[in-house]
Structure formats: C-alpha cells, structure tokens
C-alpha cells in the first residue's frame, strides 16, 4: 500500500512528460508506476500511446518502417489488451483498439466495429462516431456471420440486406438523438437515404433526402451536401 502513492506521482510525472514530447522519460515513470504496484487502465493506455509515438518519431526509412510495424502493432494491442484487463469499458482503449483493427495489417474491420459498437453503448451520445459507423456498415462487404456472431434474438437470414439494416438503425438512432434542424441531423438523413435507396424504399429516401436538403438550404453554405 506505501507504494502506491510513490506509484501515482511516477505516474503523474509520466503524463506531463509525455505531453513535453519526452517519451522515453514519460516510459520509463510509467514503467515505474507499473513496478511498484499500480493497475490502472490509463496507465496501460499512455504506454499503448508511448509505442506508437516512440516509432512515429524515429528516423527509419519506409522499409524499415514496414519492417517495423506488425511488432509495434502487437506491442501496443498488448498494452492495450491489459488496460481491458483492468476495465473491459474503457473507452480510450477501446477507440485505439479499433483503429489499429481497421488500419493495421491484417485489417480487421469486424473486430474494429465491435469495439466500436461497445463505446456506442457505453456513450451513446456520440454522434459523429454513430455516423462513421453507420458509414462502415454501408459501404465495406464485411463477413456478417462475423459481425453477429455471439447475438441473441430470433435467427434471420443473413446476407447483404443486413448490413443496410444495421447501418439504418444507427442513422435513425442519430435522427432521433442530433438537434433537429443541425448538420449532424441533415447529414444523417442523406445517408439514410442512400441507404434506403439501396433497399429500395424509394418512397422514404425521397422523404429523407428532401429533409436533409431543406435543413442545408436553410443553414446555408452547405451547396455542395
């Protein structure tokens, strides 16, 4: 237990480090904390960061940062899976992890979007990410059997109308959640109507796309949209 407040201030002095730019020495408090006892997800996140900040800043060539990147990939995924360790929801974590699923080698697109969809029930406030969901669900073949694999509920056929479904009930949730009359709220009924379109209900993307572009109009400088 006398450890532990030794191990916060390391921690604390690894922080402000790190926002210096000083990574090694903010590795080595963090490292530190870790040594004398202190679990925290934060902690395991800031060396998540610690690695990929430490490689984007040497001087390699592309080669050999190519050469580099599956063992910084599985570095900070490590830190990353321990800070899960400690708290399964935390949100950070769970942001970064999806990144690296969606933009590291392999891609993991699946993987990525659970992440995604575990942050969303966690702060389903969050609209933008909602949207860029909702965007991933339309536009990317992903293997569905994959992505609902661990569901409960009534078994339905699965095939390419379900990720339109899945992307259409997050654009409705976000309709429903953005103020109306904003562009968060026009940009999502765009959206759904080009998702409608492509399940061929025609008659409520027209609706949904005249929503959209009546919001746009009255914002202004939205021509473009």
Known sequence: PEQI???REHFERGKDLYAQGLYSGARAELERARTLGLRSADLEYGLAQLVLMEAASKSQTPRERAANRAGVQAATEEHLRAARAVD???IPSLTLLAQICQGGFPIRNVEGL???ERVLKLRPEMGQLRLQVALQYEIRPLE???LLAGTTGPRKPLGAETQLLLSRS???KLIEMAPPGTVESATAQMELAYVLTKMADYNRAIDQ????IQTFQTLGGHERD
Do not use: D, I, R, T
């Not at 796309?209 to 959209?212: D, G, H, K, P, S």
């Open 170 to 172: 997050h654009l409705e």
């Open 209 to 212: 796309a005249q929503l959209a």
């Open 144 to 146: 569905v059997k994959k």
């Open 114 to 116: 659970q992440y995604l």
């Open 88 to 90: 399964p929801e935390h």
């Open 5 to 7: 407040p030794a191990a």
